[in-house]
C-alpha cells in the first residue's frame, strides 16, 4: 500500500480535461513540494511537474499542477492519445526520511 | 545533457548481493545529489536512497539497511548494493539525478533518469 493515494486509473475523449489527486497527510505533501512524473509503458519515468506547480523546460503546458492542504492534483487539458500513460505523485516523507511515492494512475483517451 | 546508464547482472541469486553502477555522461557527477529507485513487475516505484559527491548518503527504511550506496567521482559513476535479497526484490533498477536542497530539505524531483535495468533474483 502506498504512502500517497491516487485513483487507478482516469479517463477521458480527446481535447478534454482530466484531473488526477494524490492524497497524503502532514508528514509528506502538508509540509514540503509535490511532484510528478509520467511513465510510458516500458520506458523511463519523466520528471512533469516539480515544486508542486512548476514545468520543466519541455514540458507542455497543458500539464498543471496544484496543491492544498495534504492533498495534490494533476491536470491535463487538452487531451491527447500521447498523455496515455501512468502518472505518479511524488513528495519527501519527514516521517520515513525518504521520498514516497503515490500508487500511480492510468490515463486513458477514450 | 546529461545521461545516465545502468549496467550490472541481470540475474541475481536469492541470498546474496545485488550490484548496479550508474554511469554518468555528459556532465560531472559533481554538486549534485543521485538516487535509485525500483519498480516491481506491474507496481509502482519505490524509492531506494540518494548519495551525495561527497559520500553522504540516505536510505529508504523499508529497505531494512540492506541497501548500500556509493559514489566514485573519479569515474564519474555511482552505485547500489542490495544485500540477501529475495524474489521481492525482482525489479526494474532506475538511478537518477535527485535535486535535493538538503538545507531546507526541499526535494524538487529527479530530472534525468537511466532507461532502467531490469534484475530477477531467482535460484
Known amino acids: 500500500q502506498s504512502v500517497l493515494t491516487q485513483p487507478p486509473s482516469v479517463s477521458g475523449a480527446p481535447r478534454q480535461r482530466v484531473t488526477i489527486s494524490c492524497s497524503g497527510s502532514?508528514?509528506?505533501?502538508?509540509?514540503?513540494?509535490v511532484n510528478w512524473y509520467q511513465q510510458v509503458p516500458g520506458k523511463a519515468p519523466r520528471l512533469l511537474i516539480y515544486?508542486?506547480?512548476l514545468l520543466p523546460s519541455g514540458v507542455s503546458d497543458r500539464f498543471s499542477g496544484s496543491k492544498s492542504g495534504t492533498s495534490a492534483s494533476l491536470a491535463i487539458s487538452g487531451l491527447q492519445s500521447e498523455d496515455e500513460a501512468d502518472y505518479y505523485c511524488?513528495?519527501?516523507?519527514?516521517?520515513?526520511?525518504?521520498?514516497?511515492f503515490g500508487g500511480g494512475t492510468k490515463v486513458t483517451v477514450l | 545533457q546529461v545521461h545516465l546508464q545502468e549496467s550490472g547482472p541481470g540475474l541475481v541469486k536469492p541470498s546474496e548481493t545485488l550490484s548496479l553502477t550508474c554511469a554518468v555522461s555528459?556532465?560531472?557527477?559533481?554538486?549534485?545529489?543521485w538516487s535509485w529507485i525500483r519498480q516491481s513487475p506491474g507496481k509502482g516505484l519505490e524509492w531506494i536512497g540518494y548519495?551525495?559527491?561527497?559520500?553522504?548518503?540516505n536510505y529508504n527504511p523499508s529497505l531494512k539497511s540492506r541497501a548500500t550506496i556509493l559514489v566514485d567521482t573519479s569515474k564519474n559513476q555511482f552505485s547500489l548494493k542490495l544485500t540477501s535479497v529475495t524474489a521481492a526484490d525482482t525489479a526494474v533498477y532506475y538511478c537518477?539525478?535527485?535535486?535535493?536542497?538538503?538545507?531546507?530539505?526541499?526535494?524538487?524531483?529527479?530530472?534525468?533518469w537511466g532507461q532502467g535495468t531490469t534484475v530477477t533474483v531467482s535460484s
Open positions: 502532514s508528514f509528506n505533501i502538508g509540509n514540503n513540494a
Open positions: 537518477a539525478r535527485f535535486n535535493w536542497d538538503a538545507g531546507q530539505y526541499l526535494d524538487y524531483g529527479m530530472d534525468v
Open positions: 548519495i551525495y559527491y561527497t559520500g553522504s548518503s
Open positions: 555528459g556532465g560531472s557527477i559533481s554538486s549534485y545529489y
Open positions: 515544486y508542486n506547480d
Open positions: 511524488a513528495a519527501w516523507d519527514e516521517s520515513r526520511n525518504a521520498v514516497v
